[in-house]
Each structure stands twice: as structure tokens, then as C-alpha cells.
């Protein structure tokens, strides 16, 4: 079973920019797509980003299409998440997770999840 740890987020202003990072414990990433979400006190959890196993194909929500960049390196067993021109509304906890496919990212059908890390954009 893999675990993850993210890591990377802070406080910043908005217009700056923050790479997040998730970290495979324990696990092979490789074997898996990969996927970004956050959420926001008071709201659920919503899909952000996510990349084939290929490494080939990214999916992005349309809020961030234009400012997020996912990537992952498998020879470090590292996702990562590079936010641009952040946002107030971007505030969230971020979290990463796995699945067989992009589809399944997006359904969190793999139930495996980090712990998150505390993203928080002022203005």
C-alpha cells in the first residue's frame, strides 16, 4: 500500500507562486496516476489536477487550467504541484492521491490519501 506525504504549503501573498510536493513513504509512484486536491474550510474536497501513469497527459479543474503545472519524477518517487499567480480562493488544504487512471483519481476511488498540507493566499 502506498503512503504519501505532501509538503510545500504556506502563507503567501496573492500573484506569488508555491510549489507543493508529495512524497511516496512507502510505495512505488510509478505504478499509479496521480492526482491534487484540496479543500477548503466549510466546502468538500474538489479535484485540481491529475497525470496519467504515462506521465504524458495532465487533466486539469478549469479554475486553475492556466496558473497550476502537475509533473512528477519517478526516479525521485515525487509528485509535485506548481501553483502560479495564486489566489485568495486558492486557500485550501491540498491533498495528493493515486489511482489506476486519470478517471480513477478523479473518482478518489483508491481511498489513499497524505495527510495534506495548509495552502493560505492573502491579499
Known amino acids: 500500500q502506498v503512503q504519501l506525504v505532501e509538503s510545500g504549503g504556506r502563507e503567501v501573498q496573492a500573484g506569488e507562486s508555491l510549489r507543493l510536493s508529495c512524497a511516496a513513504s512507502?510505495?512505488?509512484?510509478?505504478?499509479?496516476?496521480l492526482g491534487w486536491f484540496r479543500q477548503a474550510p466549510g466546502k468538500e474536497r474538489e479535484f485540481v489536477a491529475a497525470i496519467s501513469r504515462s506521465r504524458l497527459i495532465p487533466s486539469y479543474a478549469d479554475s486553475v487550467a492556466d496558473r497550476f503545472t502537475i509533473s512528477a519524477d519517478n526516479a525521485k518517487n515525487t509528485l509535485y504541484l506548481q501553483m502560479n499567480s495564486l489566489k485568495p480562493e486558492d486557500t485550501a488544504r491540498y491533498y495528493c492521491?493515486?489511482?489506476?487512471?486519470?478517471?480513477?483519481?478523479?473518482?478518489?476511488?483508491?481511498?489513499?490519501w497524505g495527510q495534506g498540507t495548509q495552502v493560505s493566499v492573502y491579499s
Open positions: 492521491t493515486v489511482g489506476t487512471n486519470i478517471a480513477t483519481v478523479k473518482k478518489t476511488s483508491s481511498g489513499v
Open positions: 512507502a510505495g512505488t509512484l510509478s505504478a499509479y496516476a
